[in-house]
């Protein structure tokens, strides 16, 4: 099975800074996402991850607040934008391999002051 | 787009009794069901899942049961312990490992000694 390895684990930070999380995967995977989980609530689906191209959003989610990059099949960084107090919550990388589950990272808790 | 609706949101059970979470799901062309379990400040974790073309699938204490026609799939939690306390997700998805997961809202399940 895949390791998936996220950081920061955690960050406080200002409002109308960036903060970007990086997701490194310990083997090739076909797919990566990006999801958000604000607190006692359900997985939502930011976009997919696409390596070499654009990320593939959904709706709700636009690359100017969420910018996301994967240089390689096993590295994606995904990036928060002039943060504002509502985008507080925390943010999980994921990735699959062909014909395999989904594994997901740690998670980054964020908070914005 | 797909949808995923999951019930109960909250589901408190005796140890040692059993404990059923259903799902119902909107497009036809969804053929792969995992659920996940997520302890309180965890990761999501996989504990089981069903493709399209089985009805049923048993691992130890835990079962998946698939109605296609239907569109629901049901996650049995059989003698229940201490430790099956968490929040389970049930998703969808037209293909495992090449296409995203949609998830259900989650259930809450308690298991009280």
Redesign the interface.
């Given at each position: 099975s895949a390791v998936i390895s996220q950081k920061p684990s955690r960050d406080i930070c200002q409002r109308g800074t960036s903060l970007t999380i990086q997701c490194q995967v310990d083997s090739q995977v076909t797919m990566m996402f990006w999801y958000r989980q604000q607190p006692g609530q359900s997985l939502t689906l930011i976009a997919t991850a696409n390596q070499g191209s654009e990320a593939t959003y959904e709706s709700g989610f636009v690359i100017d607040k969420f910018p996301i990059s994967r240089p390689n099949l096993t590295f994606s960084t995904l990036t928060v934008s002039n943060m504002s107090p509502e985008d507080s919550s925390i943010y999980l990388c994921s990735a699959t391999g062909a014909n395999t589950e989904a594994f997901f990272g740690q998670g980054t808790r964020l908070t914005v002051v | 787009?797909e949808n995923v609706e999951q019930h109960p949101s909250t589901l408190s059970v005796q140890e040692g009794d059993s404990a059923v979470i259903k799902c119902t799901y909107s497009d036809s062309a969804s053929n792969y069901f995992?659920w996940y379990k997520q302890e309180l400040g965890?990761?999501?974790?996989?504990i089981i899942?069903i493709r399209s073309n089985v009805g049923e699938k048993k691992d130890q204490r835990i079962a998946v049961t698939l109605n296609k026609t239907a569109k629901h799939f049901s996650l049995h939690i059989t003698e229940t312990q201490p430790e099956d306390s968490a929040v389970y997700?049930c998703a969808a998805s037209k293909r495992?490992?090449?296409?995203?997961?949609?998830?259900?809202?989650?259930t809450r399940l308690t298991i009280n000694p």
């Open positions: - | 787009g995992p965890k990761r999501p974790q996989l899942d997700f495992q490992g090449a296409q995203k997961l949609v998830f259900g809202q989650g």
